[in-house]
């Protein structure tokens, strides 16, 4: 192995990226591109949810509980409250309906009463039926769905505690072990950085190859003194590179733009990144011999990535992923980068922790590049 | 023959025995029985498709043969230890048109571990040479057909090789620019380098030593071309070409 031969192909193939300036600028551009687009989307606490309330309570003796539940309500930024009072006022449910709001609560006209009946029921040890509160949700999009619940259910259980000093009967306690602060940014900030390396790299590779099959400059570096290895070697070195970049500029933007947190050793999640990224070029060096041409060459891109994002993990947990499909999920190097990347910024483990991930994506490379070398060897 | 890699200056730089090579029902090249002298300009010259690129192809190492064996420099194809000193100039432009002129030809020539210095001295003279000079900085997309040409025709000799391959260098290069080809070849020859060299413009061929008639890939005629022309009693070395297939269907 001639390691000046090496860095020679790889700085070839770093060149020629230097003055294709469009396809320089999209592999800049388009990790920015994705981290921003997905943390704006799904990044951050929701916030000013349309919700209406409508508000028949007829109160009790003791004041509006309903009032108090609307109070607590709005002291939040969660949910933006439009409150109508009076019976009759609007049908709650046909507001959703028309998506005029994400949800509809309304409380029942004698909703204080059975309230007040209840919590005396209970204080003397007997039972009473509760009042009712009903929510009507717009399940389009479940998180909003889910957090509008959750809000409800943790301001009842508030005003319950502060107005009529009620627990119930099982206190849960709660107490996160990882990722305190983390947001949903912060789960798939590791995601997207897997993904972003993995696609560009394969892209860059199975493009390139299938270009320098076609013109013959491979055929022609094969026949100069350069080994199989080095011309493979050399390709993994420059490709490995831009998946560094990659993965710098997406920690960049998701720690200035979106708040998100590194945990762990950078230099480990780095790490991470080039063997897949290494991994994945040497894919697309394999599969370029099998693609007769560039546009060939393409049609590969969605049999590799779809897969990938839907499987690995990236958005949604593999626990997610249907129990048929999992055993596919650990086939994909991708799962067990992102599976790393994502201890090591949230949870802030070290090697001693994620050395199989680490271990499984090594072999990764190391079988690509050593295949991709002996496909090269072979001669028709 | 024996095989082994060290020189021995009476060894030639071509040899084949029976070489041949099928693609599926395909017969590319027959039975072909090469012996080329060092020092030597050789063409393998017929109409496209009678087998003169697989040949080259062979012999650089890129395909294996069906049947029978070569020797490069003395040593056995695919020749690995000889690579420095075998240059090859494939068919097809076969350059990064992504690079400049000057970052393809200091690719190859750090392929074949030129020293930094020597190497642009190299590309100088071989900018000079394919008259590219003032375009070393220019990408090589923005070249014309047969500027490009003549960059591949520079990456092929960076290394100043013993024996080179050209695989038609004079396709679709304008009739000044051919001449000026030739003469370069001619120079290497003088210069003690064996140029192998293939070309379907058959009259062209007359400045070699000697040429090998390729038809359907079988050699149906070897010599030196004005010994072919007479002897067919023809006036041009297409005109031999043609005689020579006649004799042979008969
Ligand atoms: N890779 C290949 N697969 C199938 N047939 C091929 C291949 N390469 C060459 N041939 C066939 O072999 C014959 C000789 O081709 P070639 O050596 O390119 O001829 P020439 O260089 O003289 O034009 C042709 O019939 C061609 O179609
Ligand atoms: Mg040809």
Redesign the pocket.
């Known amino acids: 192995m001639n390691v000046r031969r090496m860095m020679g192909v790889a700085r070839k193939t770093l060149r020629s990226l230097r003055h294709d300036r469009r396809t320089a600028g999209f592999l800049v551009f388009m990790p920015l591109f994705m981290i921003a687009i997905f943390g704006y989307t799904f990044g951050g606490d929701l916030k000013d949810v349309d919700v209406v309330i409508v508000n028949l309570d007829a109160g009790g003796e003791n004041g509006s509980m309903s009032a108090m539940i609307i109070e607590e309500l709005s002291s939040g930024e969660t949910l933006r409250l439009t409150v109508l009072e009076g019976a009759g006022a609007v049908d709650g449910e046909q507001l959703v309906r028309d998506a005029d709001a994400w949800a509809a609560i309304v409380f029942a006209s004698d909703f204080t009463a059975r309230a007040d009946a209840a919590v005396d029921a209970m204080r003397a040890g007997t039972t009473a039926y509760p009042g009712v509160l009903s929510v009507y949700l717009d399940g389009t999009n479940p998180n909003i769905a889910q957090a509008v619940l959750t809000e409800i259910a943790t301001t009842m259980q508030r005003v319950l505690l502060a107005q009529y000093g009620l627990m119930p009967p099982i206190a849960v306690s709660g107490e996160m072990i990882y990722g305190e602060d983390a947001e949903f940014i912060d789960f798939f900030a590791p995601g997207v950085m897997g993904l972003a390396a993995m696609m560009v790299t394969f892209m860059l590779s199975i493009i390139s190859f299938v270009h320098e099959r076609t013109t013959g400059t491979l055929d022609r570096l094969l026949t100069t003194p350069a080994t199989e290895g080095e011309i493979v070697g050399g390709y993994a070195a420059a490709l490995g590179l831009v998946a560094l970049v990659q993965s710098v500029v997406i920690l960049v933007t998701a720690v200035l733009l979106f708040d998100v947190e590194v945990e762990g050793s950078i230099l480990l999640v780095l790490a991470t990144i080039l063997l897949l990224g290494i991994g994945s070029q040497g894919l697309g060096f394999l599969l370029s011999s099998i693609a007769k041409t560039e546009f060939q060459a393409v049609q590969f891109m969605p049999i590799i990535l779809f897969p990938s994002i839907l499987l690995a993990g990236v958005f949604w947990p593999i626990e997610a992923v249907p129990e048929l499909l999992r055993p596919v999920s650990y086939f994909i190097p991708l799962t067990y980068a992102v599976e790393a990347c994502r201890s090591v910024m949230i949870r802030g483990w070290d090697l001693g922790d994620v050395w199989p991930q680490l271990l499984v994506l090594a072999a990764f490379a190391a079988a690509m590049l050593i295949l991709s070398a002996y496909s090269l060897k072979r001669r028709? | 023959m024996s095989e082994g890699t060290e020189d021995g200056e009476d060894r030639p730089a071509v040899v084949t025995r029976g070489l041949g090579k099928s693609?599926?029902d395909?017969v590319?090249v027959r039975d072909l029985n090469l012996e080329i002298g060092r020092g030597v300009m050789y063409g393998l010259i017929?109409p496209?498709?009678?087998?003169?690129?697989?040949?080259i192809r062979i012999l650089s190492g890129l395909l294996s043969a069906s049947t029978g064996e070569a020797w490069l420099l003395g040593e056995r194809v695919p020749a690995r230890a000889n690579r420095p000193r075998i240059g090859y100039m494939p068919?097809e432009m076969a350059i990064y048109t992504d690079l400049t002129v000057h970052e393809n030809i200091d690719l190859f020539g750090e392929m074949y571990s030129i020293p930094a210095e020597e190497r642009a001295e190299r590309e100088d003279s071989l900018l000079a040479m394919i008259g590219l000079k003032e375009r070393r900085d220019s990408l090589v997309s923005n070249l014309s057909g047969g500027m490009k040409h003549r960059v591949s025709l520079a990456c092929a000799l960076v290394h100043d090789p013993e024996l080179v391959f050209l695989d038609e260098p004079t396709v679709g290069v304008d009739p000044e620019l051919r001449k000026g080809f030739w003469d370069y070849f001619a120079n290497l020859k003088a210069r003690g380098k064996t140029v192998v060299l293939?070309t379907?413009y058959m009259d062209e061929a007359v400045r070699c030593d000697a040429v090998g008639m390729?038809r359907l890939?079988r050699m149906i005629a070897e010599g030196a071309p004005m010994e072919l022309i007479e002897s067919t009693e023809s006036a041009t070395l297409e005109d031999a070409f043609i005689a020579k297939a006649r004799e042979e269907s008969a």
Request: aromatic share 6%.
């Open positions: 028709r | 693609f599926g395909v590319a017929g496209n498709g009678s087998g003169k690129t697989t040949i068919q293939t379907h390729m890939g």
